[in-house]
């Protein structure tokens, strides 16, 4: 079974402050993805990295893939409020997986004004 | 375009009594998926289904049954609720190059 370790769990911090979510596993992962989840609603795709050392970047959000495509970290710089959110990092096995994701815990972000 | 719908958007149920959420996706996708949300525990398989015509156990599938029903439907059914299976319930259905999923907005169920 391949399990996808996220930290920090919380994170609370002021406007304009930078943070690093971490998405880590012992497991080779075919790709991995980012979702952002607001209250009272399904989980929303921000990227998907499917190459070792990628870096993808999304406004104020840096994603990379690390080189042997078994960690992945997630960057916002300058939050801002309406980054407020739960953020969930996903791995697929590729192969035969059916495009089951494995979900790492999540991490819910609040960004104070 | 819808995407993915799912209802109802809330339940509370009784234990051992039963019933079926139903998922529908206007996207002509192959594979779909159930999950459960817990907090602190992610999102959880429970089922999925590679194609119509087709379903196969996730990580939780203990105390479920699904249905894929067509193409555009996926019904997962509790026969006898428990408390234990209280929890926020998500439908999703892949597309795209590599493996992106949509999500519908989820129903919460509650068993008392």
């Known amino acids: 079974t391949q399990l996808l370790e996220q930290s920090p769990q919380f994170l609370s911090i002021q406007e304009g402050e930078n943070l690093t979510v971490y998405c880590n596993s012992s497991?080779?992962?075919?790709?991995l993805q980012w979702y952002r989840q607001e209250p009272g609603e399904g989980p929303v795709l921000l990227v998907t990295?499917?190459?070792?050392?990628e870096v993808k970047k999304l406004k104020r959000l840096t994603f990379q893939f690390g080189d042997a495509r078994k960690d992945s970290s997630l960057h916002i710089t300058a939050a801002q409020p309406g980054d407020t959110g739960l953020y969930l990092c996903?791995?697929?096995?590729?192969?035969?997986?059916?495009?089951?994701?494995?979900f790492g815990q999540g991490t819910i972000l609040t960004v104070h004004p | 375009n819808a995407g993915v719908t799912q209802t109802p958007k809330f339940q509370v149920l009784k234990t051992g009594q039963s019933m079926t959420l139903q998922c529908a996706q206007d996207?002509?996708?192959?594979?779909m998926y159930w999950y459960r949300q817990d907090p602190g525990m992610g999102l959880r398989l429970i089922y999925y289904?590679?194609?119509?015509?087709?379903?196969d156990k996730g990580e939780v599938p203990n105390g479920y049954n699904v249905s894929r029903l067509n193409k555009r439907e996926f019904s997962l059914r509790l026969e006898s609720a428990a408390p234990s299976q209280t929890s926020v319930y998500f439908c999703?259905?892949?597309?795209?190059?590599?493996?992106?999923?949509?999500f519908g907005p989820g129903t919460r169920l509650t068993v008392l």
């Open positions: 999703a259905s892949r597309g795209g190059g590599y493996n992106e999923q949509f």
């Open positions: 497991s080779v992962f075919s790709s």
């Open positions: 990295v499917v190459t070792g050392g």
């Open positions: 996903a791995g697929n096995a590729g192969g035969t997986s059916y495009g089951k994701l494995t």
């Open positions: 996207m002509n996708h192959n594979s």
């Open positions: 289904s590679a194609s119509e015509g087709t379903t």
